[in-house]
């Protein structure tokens, strides 16, 4: 038998959006041996990649043109629409038989329509957005949530097995960014949740260090409580997920709730107080500082500049 017929050819896979998530997760794609075109703003990454490997591309749609398969990973939905719909966007390159992956966080209405503009012209979408921050996308273990066709999440696992651990197909177009938007609720409640605690403890007189550590044993461990628990202990708030993302995130799940018609009044509080802490410029902290926030707001003491 012939061993050259029997050697898999990978997929070209175009990467668009190299920032703290996306530069990790390119890496892990060229480290596994897949043929990388790159495209982002900054072109400090785009030089790095270069001399790992990757083949930069001027505009979206060049890198469309040279791909099989296109994963975008940008900050908000405005970024998310201009890469996609642009006039050098990924919809001017895109062809029959493409796999367009948005692995972005963003509004499942803009999901749907990046789905239903991909079938038009023949190409497959799924939106599959990512839980794991910066830490899980370089160890390669994200949390990864599909929406789209089934037959197109099974086509894309191999690379999803690059990048994540747990992997997931949850319903059709949309579907993946309805479940970010949950976990996002979640993961913002149980930040708030630590701050009420730790304000508790503390004018109580309760050295957190150890609060943090009972907790941990007991049904209320999580794994927010147990890095950003040790954040508020370190008072170190350098972002991992900054603070105004997470506020554009409860934006997303707020619409969404809107449009279904559903209450989510904690949510809404939340996204109020990340408001606040946008306006007094704590934006670009990391999303933990919520919590000091609130232990803050029991304590006089404390300086809220």
């Not at 596994?32 to 790992?52: D, F, K």
């Amino acid at each position: 038998m012939n061993m050259a017929t029997e050697k898999t050819v990978r997929p070209v896979i175009g990467f668009i959006g190299l920032g703290v998530m996306g530069r990790p997760m390119a890496e892990n794609l060229l480290a596994a041996g897949y043929p990388l075109m790159i495209h982002n703003r900054s072109q400090a990454a785009v030089r790095a990649l270069a001399e790992m490997g990757a083949t930069p591309a001027s505009t979206s749609a060049d890198l469309a043109r040279a791909s099989d398969i296109v994963i975008t990973m940008l900050p908000d939905t405005p970024d998310v629409e201009t890469v996609y719909f642009g006039s050098h966007g990924v919809f001017a390159g895109a062809r029959a038989g493409h796999l367009l992956v948005d692995m972005s966080t963003v509004s499942p209405a803009l999901a749907r329509r990046i789905a239903q503009r991909g079938a038009e012209v023949g190409a497959s979408c799924l939106d599959a957005p990512v839980s794991g921050g910066d830490l899980g996308a370089r160890a390669g273990s994200l949390s990864i949530m599909a929406g789209g066709n089934r037959a197109d999440f099974e086509r894309a696992l191999p690379v999803f097995r690059v990048l994540g651990g747990q992997i997931k197909w949850m319903g059709q177009a949309g579907a993946g960014q309805v479940t970010k938007a949950c976990n996002q609720i979640i993961v913002a409640l149980t930040i708030e949740a630590i701050g009420e605690a730790f304000a508790l403890a503390r004018r109580s007189g309760i050295e957190l260090a150890d609060l943090r550590e009972v907790l941990l044993g007991g049904f209320a461990q999580s794994r927010v409580l147990d890095v950003h628990g040790q954040r508020l202990l370190d008072n170190r708030f350098d972002p991992g997920f900054r603070v105004a993302l997470h506020r554009k995130d409860l934006t997303i799940a707020l619409a969404e709730a809107d449009a279904q018609s559903t209450a989510l009044p904690v949510s809404a509080l939340i996204h109020a107080m990340f408001n606040a802490l946008v306006a007094q410029g704590h934006g670009g902290r990391d999303h933990s500082y919520l919590a000091a926030y609130i232990d803050g707001q029991s304590r006089p003491e404390a300086d809220q500049a």
